[in-house]
């Protein structure tokens, strides 16, 4: 979905909520967060003052909302909403009168997390003062999957890229895919963004970094001569990640063809380009989530950048053993995160199993 859309569709959420929430998107726009989060955030908020005025816990419109309502709210309402959101049957999408899944109700508390966070840390009243003396969602817990850190390694591991495949799936892309193709405007259109394909699929492989991340770095962001990555992190902070050797000739291949190909505008910085009514434009989310989806659908199984993300995980902890230099290399603040990848079996674990009893 393009960002006009992603921006419009906000601000038709943001109509009906009160000024503190927009004040809250104003500046995570600056940080910046993506359209998207930003949109998923402010229908959690949405839903969570309909909760409020439904449960009569405040006694004014959604607009009208305001801190001092926030602050009053104590960790038992805020218990009941997480209650209410796992309880309660889903309603205006494809699955309605079904439970929530414990993904959504976790992005629910993350929304609201960070709006609490906001208000309680980073802002300012005319007495220098934040606007909550109190953060209640402290208080409140994640939600618990219900699956193993085990169950979900293994569901995951059947949807990524193990060992050499990564390597594989980029010859794949450069060699044999055209032959799958069946129009020539299939195989026109395959050609003309070919190198473009090929460097992002490389990129994500590479280093391991997230959508988001991608689609907004600027010509000036990638280093060919370190191999290096300057990118903008969850959070807003800058930071630079390494680029693996093994990916780097379909990033440099692209990073030099880049200006003919795509005959932008000096004015447009971004790295990775689109072709939109005659025009360069920095490619979107959606653009890349499509492309990364029918090309693994072809070579493997159908899979996101997220799934990228976990190979390049993965394959980093087998080979380093070590969660911290993960944790580096995916720009997370914690290890927590990463633990994942210490279930995910590998090919020598199931050699060993396979090898038990043999005499």
């Known amino acids: 979905m393009s960002n006009e859309k992603n921006l419009n569709r906000l601000n038709q959420e943001l109509e009906t909520l009160p000024p503190l929430v927009h004040e809250y998107v104003q500046a995570k726009s600056i940080v910046p967060y993506s359209l998207v989060t930003l949109y998923e955030y402010a229908k959690e908020f949405r839903r969570f003052f309909e909760w409020l005025v439904a449960e009569s816990v405040v006694q004014v419109e959604i607009s009208y909302i ?12 805020m218990d009941l909403y997480k209650s209410y959101l796992m309880s309660s049957p889903r309603q205006g ?9 414990h993904v959504t109700i976790q992005r629910a508390i993350t ?13 300012e009243d005319n007495k220098g003062k934040p606007y909550l003396s109190q953060n209640v969602m402290l208080k409140i817990d994640n939600v618990k999957t219900g699956r193993t850190l085990q169950d979900r390694s293994r569901a995951i591991e059947k949807k990524i890229l193990i060992g050499s495949e ?24 395959f050609r003309r963004n070919k190198e473009r394909d090929l460097a992002i699929i490389a990129l994500f492989l590479g280093t391991g970094i997230r959508l988001s ?24 902070f800058r930071d630079t990640t390494m680029i693996s050797s093994m990916f780097m000739d379909h990033i440099t291949t692209y990073y030099h063809a880049r200006e003919k190909l795509y005959q932008p505008d000096q004015r447009e910085k971004s790295l990775f380009l689109t072709t939109y009514k005659q025009e360069a434009k920095r490619i979107d989310q959606s653009t890349v989530e499509k492309l990364v989806s029918k090309y693994s659908a072809s070579f493997k199984t159908k899979m996101t950048p997220h799934k ?3 190979t390049v995980g993965t394959q980093l902890y087998k080979n380093t053993n070590s969660l911290l230099t993960v944790s580096h290399q995916l ?22 199993i396979n090898d038990l009893w043999q005499n």
């Not at 999408?93 to 899944?101: E, I």
């Not at 929304?111 to 802002?123: D, E, G, I």
């Not at 594989?168 to 032959?179: P, R, S, V």
């Open 66 to 77: 305001s801190i001092s309502d926030l602050e009053k709210l104590k960790k038992e309402d």
């Open 213 to 236: 991340e991608l689609v907004n770095m600027k010509i000036s962001d990638l280093d060919i001569h370190n191999m290096e990555a300057t990118v903008i992190r969850k959070g807003g």
């Open 93 to 101: 999408t494809t699955q309605d009168g079904g439970l929530r899944s």
């Open 166 to 189: 990564s390597v594989a799936f980029l010859e794949y892309i450069n060699h044999d895919y055209e032959a799958t193709l069946t129009s020539h405007q299939a195989v026109h259109a």
């Open 111 to 123: 929304a609201l997390r960070s709006l609490f966070h906001y208000l309680a840390n980073q802002t």
């Open 331 to 352: 720009g997370q603040t914690g290890t927590s995160a990463t633990s994942l990848y210490t279930h995910i079996v590998d090919k020598e674990k199931r050699d060993a």
């Open 308 to 310: 990228l993300r976990h």
